[in-house]
């Protein structure tokens, strides 16, 4: 069975931390996504990865980074932390064989920069 | 850049009734799809239509596309309350994979 996991549910951080959010997918997918998600806003891509070592940005990648030193794994930055950026973030991937665009979603992680 | 957009934003009904639920888009597309979305938890894919399919099934679930006015629309019968959960249509395709999301609809089913 599909699993995307994400390494906490809910996290606090402070104004000016570095935050790691980490990601995991055990498909052996090739493409892995970053989105937060807001009231009002809907799902807004923030980085893609196509495969180890490659990012590209997406919609509002400003104030993050990512990196992905392994296939199954994709991490989302936020070098110093801001209270905008607290929001629900969800890591997805989706494979290249597949042939389909479905994408395949974690359960999220609530943060909240104090 | 916002693709999809649901219609309504929110929608109330009574268990066993039918729920309507539909999804503009601007450009062309490959494909479109939806997902589910239980409060606070990830997003579940429900089904794909292709850009050269005009309806889809898959158990309690209708889909159907139209792209000359470039809108689908998302039939779910027989709700149950276990149907609570938002729902979002996305298009994608290209040589990127990227998905654009709309901002869903809340959908309640009432007991």
């Known amino acids: 069975d599909v699993k995307v996991t994400q390494s906490s549910r809910y996290l606090v951080k402070r104004t000016g931390e570095k935050v790691f959010l980490e990601c995991v997918q055990d498909?052996?997918?090739?493409?892995m996504f970053w989105y937060r998600q807001d009231p009002g806003l809907g799902l807004r891509l923030i980085y893609f990865?196509?495969?180890?070592?490659?990012?590209e940005k997406g919609d509002i990648p400003e104030g993050y980074s990512v990196s992905r030193e392994k296939k199954e794994r994709f991490s989302l930055i936020l070098e110093s932390a801001s209270t905008n950026q607290t929001s629900m973030y969800l890591c997805?991937?989706?494979?290249?064989?597949?042939?389909?665009?479905?994408?395949?979603f974690g359960p999220g992680t609530r943060l909240t920069v104090l | 850049s916002q693709q999809g957009e649901e219609d309504p934003q929110a929608l109330s009904i009574q268990e066993g009734e039918n729920a309507t639920m539909n999804c503009s888009y601007k450009?062309?597309?490959?494909?479109l799809q939806w997902y589910r979305q239980n409060s606070g938890r990830g997003l579940v894919h429900l089904i794909l239509?292709?850009?050269?399919?005009r309806e889809k099934h898959s158990g309690r679930l209708r889909v159907t596309l139209d792209t000359s006015k470039k809108s689908s629309s998302l039939l779910i019968t027989a709700s149950r309350a276990a149907d609570t959960a938002s729902y979002f249509c996305?298009?994608?395709?290209?040589?990127?994979?990227?998905?654009?999301f709309g901002k869903g609809t809340l959908l309640t089913v009432n007991p």
């Open positions: 997805a991937s989706r494979g290249e064989r597949t042939f389909t665009d479905t994408q395949y």
């Open positions: 498909m052996d997918h090739e493409n």
């Open positions: 990865s196509y495969d180890v070592k490659m990012k």
């Open positions: 450009t062309s597309i490959n494909n």
């Open positions: 239509i292709r850009s050269n399919e």
């Open positions: 996305a298009t994608g395709g290209g040589s990127n994979y990227k998905l654009t």
